[in-house]
C-alpha cells in the first residue's frame, strides 16, 4: 500500500515527546527547540501590513528580489560570502530538502557529524542517499582523520551545523579551514546549515562559506526571531545548484508564504543580540547545574541546546524516568547513531530550568 521510501523514515521522536507534553498537566518541558519568546512586534506589523495591502498572491518561485538583495547584503557584511545565486525558501528544512533531491543519487552518501540535526539521516534515505555518519564523541569536535576516513567514490556531500542541534557546538576556523583541505578539489558538495548563526556566544562568528566560497548555504528566520511556523529561509550557493533547487521548488512548494517574505526584510533590521545574551546566560545556569549534579557533559557555545551524558543506563531507560518525574527531554539517539545522551532546549524560562535541573539532580543519583 505505501511507498518503500516512507519504511525507510520513523516517525520524529521529538514530535512524539511534543504530542506527549499535550497530555500532562504542566510538564517541566525541556524538550522542544523554538525560542520561548515570540516574533518581535515591527516583524508581525509588517506580516500584517503585507496581507492587509493583498500581499497574499504567489510570489515568483526564487521568492521576492528585495529580499533576495537584503540578504546578500547580510551574507556580505556577516560572513564575507558573495555567491552566485539565492532562492527564498520555505524554511530551512524545505531548503534542505530541495539540496538533497537536486543532488543526491541513490546510493550518493552523505557525511555528516553525529550527533546530528534530526531530518539530515531521514531525508538522505528519502532521497535513495546513503547516511555516513561522522562520529564526534565524545568532544564533538571535528577530527581530519576522521573525516578522511568517512570519504569514499560515492561521497557526494558533507553536511556541516554550527551552531550544532543538538549539542550547541561551534566550530573553529581550523576545524572548517580543515574542512576545506580535506574536500580540495574533489566533486564534493559542502552544505552549511546555518540556521543558528544568531544564536551564537562567540565574539565572531566563522561561516563554513568564508573559508568554502562553493559552499552551499542554508540559513532562516525560525531561530533568530522566532519565527518558527511563519516558514521563511534561503539557500545560497552556485548558479548551477540553486537552479535546479529552484526548478524543484516550482513543483514542491512553489513559493515560501508571501507575507513572510515581506516581514523577513523588517526581520534583517532586527536586533537580536539581546536574546542571544539571554540564551548565554541560561546555557551557563543549565551547565553549571548539570555539571554540580555530576553529570559529564560538553558546554555549547551556540544555539539553545546541551546534550548530557546519561548517568546510568541508556538514553531511553532515563528518558522514561524523567518523563515519569514530570520532565520531558528528548532522547539522544534521536539525533544520534548511539544511546548515551540526551538533549535539553533551555528555551525556557529561569523557574522551568531550575525545576527540571532539580529533577536531573535527583533522577542522576538513582
Same mark, same amino acid.
Given at each position: 500500500? +505505501? ?9 520524529? %521522536? ?9 497530555? $500532562? ?11 520561548? /519568546? ?6 508581525? =506589523?509588517?506580516? #500584517?501590513? *503585507? ?6 498572491? /504567489?510570489?515568483?518561485?526564487? %521568492? ?15 560572513? %564575507? ?28 552518501? !552523505? ?28 568532544? +564533538? ?15 557526494? $556531500? ?20 580543515? !574542512?576545506? =583541505? ?9 552544505? @552549511?546549515? =546555518?540556521?543558528?548563526? @544568531?544564536?551564537?556566544? &562567540? ?5 563554513? *562559506? ?16 522566532? $519565527? ?16 535546479? $533547487? ?6 514542491? +512548494? ?11 526584510? !523588517? ?5 537580536? @543580540? ?18 554540580? *549534579? ?8 551556540? *544555539?539553545?541546546? #546541551? ?24 532522547? %539522544? @539517539? ?10 535539553? &532546549?533551555?528555551? &525556557? ?14 533522577? &542522576?543519583?538513582?
Amino acid at each position: 500500500m +505505501f511507498a518503500d521510501r516512507v519504511k525507510r523514515i520513523d516517525a520524529s %521522536g521529538i514530535r512524539k515527546v511534543f504530542d506527549l507534553a499535550a497530555t $500532562m498537566e504542566d510538564p517541566i518541558n525541556l524538550s522542544i527547540g523554538q525560542p520561548d /519568546y515570540d516574533v518581535p512586534g515591527a516583524i508581525k =506589523e509588517a506580516g #500584517i501590513q *503585507a496581507i492587509r495591502a493583498g500581499f497574499n498572491r /504567489y510570489t515568483v518561485t526564487q %521568492g521576492i528580489p528585495e529580499l533576495h538583495e537584503r540578504i546578500r547584503q547580510m551574507l556580505s557584511k556577516t560572513r %564575507g560570502f558573495e555567491p552566485e545565486a539565492l532562492l527564498i525558501t520555505s524554511g530551512t528544512s524545505g531548503g534542505l530538502l530541495l539540496a538533497l533531491l537536486a543532488t543526491v543519487n541513490p546510493g550518493d552518501e !552523505v557525511i555528516f557529524p553525529d550527533p546530528y540535526f534530526v531530518m539530515y539521516k531521514h531525508l538522505v534515505n528519502l532521497c535513495d542517499g546513503t547516511p555516513v555518519f561522522l562520529d564526534t564523541y565524545p568532544d +564533538f569536535r571535528l577530527h581530519r582523520e576522521a573525516l578522511e576516513a568517512t570519504i569514499t567514490p560515492r561521497t557526494k $556531500m558533507i553536511i556541516v551545523n554550527s551552531p550544532c542541534n543538538p549539542n550547541g557546538v561551534v566550530y573553529t576556523p581550523d576545524e572548517l579551514r580543515m !574542512v576545506h =583541505e580535506v574536500v580540495g578539489d574533489r566533486d564534493i558538495i559542502v552544505l @552549511s546549515d =546555518e540556521i543558528y548563526e @544568531s544564536l551564537c556566544y &562567540a565574539d565572531t562568528f566563522t561561516s563554513m *562559506a568564508s573559508v568554502h566560497p562553493s559552499t552551499l548555504l542554508l540559513g532562516g528566520f525560525s531561530k533568530a526571531y522566532a $519565527m518558527t511556523g511563519w516558514r521563511l529561509g534561503y539557500a545560497a550557493g552556485s548558479q548551477a545548484i540553486i537552479s535546479q $533547487m529552484t526548478k524543484l521548488q516550482q513543483y514542491t +512548494f512553489v513559493c515560501a508564504p508571501a507575507f513572510a517574505q515581506k516581514a523577513g526584510l !523588517v526581520a534583517l533590521d532586527h536586533d537580536v @543580540s539581546g536574546h542571544t545574551a539571554d540564551y548565554r546566560r541560561k546555557r551557563d545556569l543549565i551547565y553549571r547545574g548539570l555539571v554540580d *549534579a555530576g553529570y559529564d557533559v560538553v558546554k555549547p557555545a551556540g *544555539a539553545f541546546y #546541551i546534550f548530557p551524558r546519561v548517568p546510568w543506563g541508556n538514553d531511553m531507560e532515563f528518558v522514561e524516568e524523567a518523563i515519569r518525574n514530570n520532565l520531558l527531554i528528548i532522547p %539522544g @539517539s534521536v539525533f544520534s547513531e548511539a544511546n548515551t545522551h540526551f538533549r535539553i &532546549a533551555y528555551t &525556557a524560562p529561569d523557574a522551568t530550568i531550575e525545576r527540571g535541573l532539580d529533577v536531573l539532580s535527583r533522577i &542522576a543519583r538513582k
